[in-house]
């Protein structure tokens, strides 16, 4: 049997607010190496440098079972998301640009949620090959143990170029856009949304994504201070 628009827009809502727990699972282990590299504990082992704390506990089985999950998240998220929007062009015809929507106006990110989605997307596989694939990849697939100083070293190397920085810089700010919209859709969806509610989720949205943003943002300019010696503790030194 056919799933209703509705429900539809319930699996990739719930979907949607699995993900992010998980992005603020990821970010807050990423912003440890920014600590490190304000406590002096740049490249130190797991138990001293936070960074390599938070990669231990990433490699640890509890994160290998949830890594399959994530993954069929992220296949739902996209499926359902490409299947809602082509439901949506076909419903709306040649002319569903015609006639400006009459409601209350739509913000940017509302409306292009669907390219957002792609652009991070392709961010996302751009960081699973500077990362995933030298970590977790080579632990499972090859049994080779990634030493303390490598996850360091992992972050001066994919951030101690300027450009690379701007990249992902660029990828931050699509999620950001992405998530002021998608957190309150995705709760609003599941009706915790009202009249009253509206507006602040609308804020807590945004403050959410903000926090995202400065985090991942710090994160990739800190790496980057470290890699050309602005900040002393580079293991690459």
């Known amino acids: 049997m056919a799933l209703s628009s509705i429900t539809k827009k319930l699996i990739m809502s719930i979907s949607g607010l699995f993900l992010i727990l998980f992005l603020l699972l990821h970010t807050t282990i990423n912003f440890f190496a920014v600590v490190d590299a304000f406590k002096g504990t740049w490249g130190a082992p797991a138990g001293e440098g936070w960074y390599a704390s938070g990669c231990w506990f990433m490699a640890t089985p509890v994160i290998d079972i949830m890594v399959p999950i994530l993954a069929l998240g992220f296949f739902v998220h996209i499926a359902y998301a490409c299947i809602l929007t082509y439901g949506n062009m076909k419903a709306r015809g040649p002319q569903r640009y015609a006639v400006a929507h009459k409601g209350k106006a739509e913000s940017w990110a509302s409306k292009n949620m669907f390219v957002l989605g792609l652009i991070v997307l392709g961010f996302v596989v751009f960081h699973m090959s500077h990362f995933w694939a030298e970590m977790q990849y080579v632990e499972w697939f090859k049994g080779q143990h990634v030493a303390p100083e490598s996850v360091y070293a992992l972050m001066e190397i994919t951030f ?14 699509a999620l950001w856009f992405h998530l002021t919209h998608g957190f309150w859709s995705a709760l609003q969806t599941i009706g915790l949304s009202n ?43």
């Open 160 to 173: 101690g170029k300027w450009w690379m920085v701007a990249i992902y810089i660029v990828w931050f700010a």
């Open 195 to 237: 009249k009253i509610w509206e507006k602040r989720l609308e804020i807590a949205g945004k403050a959410l994504a903000t926090l995202f943003f400065v985090c991942l943002t710090a994160t990739a300019i800190v790496a980057w201070c470290v890699a050309n010696g602005y900040i002393a503790g580079s293991v690459l030194a």
